[in-house]
């Protein structure tokens, strides 16, 4: 497996603009997160789905923030309108729910909104 | 919910010399602890964890000790290299579900 694949890898925007990025989970894997890494605040969670339902959203930052997870294999996050402060590095990861076994992140998405 | 507090936020060592990062978290039903490292530029990775049913694991050099009562734990990085240069992250969770991680450690080994 190729562990979980994020992209795009850097995206630049300009402010007002709508993002989207993407992620693959590893396959088998049944949960699904996504964080936000900035120096200030450190990993955040945003959103966790498990089985393809989104569990807990009550760290996305405000209604310009949405996910999607519309099958096991596929979750977007986007932001719409994008703003310079929603500039950060997006992780998404995966695991295997249950107490089975370790979080596997994708090499993020440093996004930069100007 | 969940909230994870982790100490030093910077620690620069002598190579050859241990460090130690403390973490505290709020929720008394939290029973996976792991502890990530991410390296300049890089994705974090899992380093080591602990399950509540064990106050301590080791794997080569680094140790994680557990203290259910008190709810906190802490890494121990014995005969630092520079290569163990990176920030550490530990993080707790119920099953493994919603990982909530700590404000991370920064840490400097000096050759």
């Known amino acids: 497996d190729a562990g979980v694949i994020q992209s795009p890898r850097h995206e630049v925007t300009e402010m007002g603009q709508e993002v989207t990025l993407r992620c693959k989970p590893i396959?088998?894997?049944?949960?699904l997160f996504w964080y936000r890494q900035t120096m200030m605040r450190g990993l955040e969670l945003l959103i966790y789905?498990?089985?393809?339902?989104?569990?807990?959203d009550s760290g996305m930052p405000e209604d310009r923030f949405s996910a999607k997870m519309p099958n096991a294999s596929f979750s977007t996050l986007k932001i719409q309108p994008s703003e310079p402060r929603d500039s950060a590095v997006y992780f998404c990861?995966?695991?295997?729910?249950?107490?089975?076994?370790?979080?596997?992140f994708g090499q993020g998405t440093r996004l930069t909104v100007v | 919910g969940e909230n994870v507090e982790q100490h030093p936020s910077t620690l620069s060592v002598q190579e050859g010399d241990s460090a130690v990062i403390k973490c505290t978290y709020s929720d008394s039903a939290s029973n996976y602890f792991p502890w990530y490292k991410q390296e300049l530029g890089k994705r974090p990775q899992l380093i080591i964890d602990?399950?509540?049913?064990?106050g301590e694991k080791k794997d080569q050099r680094i140790a994680v000790t557990l203290n259910k009562t008190a709810k906190h734990f802490s890494l121990h990085i014995t005969e630092t290299q520079p290569e163990d240069s990176a920030v550490y992250f530990c993080a707790a969770s119920i099953n493994t579900d919603k990982l909530i991680f700590g404000t991370g450690t920064r840490l400097q080994v000096f050759p």
């Open positions: 602990i399950r509540s049913n064990v």
């Open positions: 990861a995966s695991s295997l729910s249950g107490g089975a076994g370790e979080a596997f």
């Open positions: 396959s088998g894997h049944n949960s």
């Open positions: 789905f498990n089985n393809n339902v989104p569990i807990d």
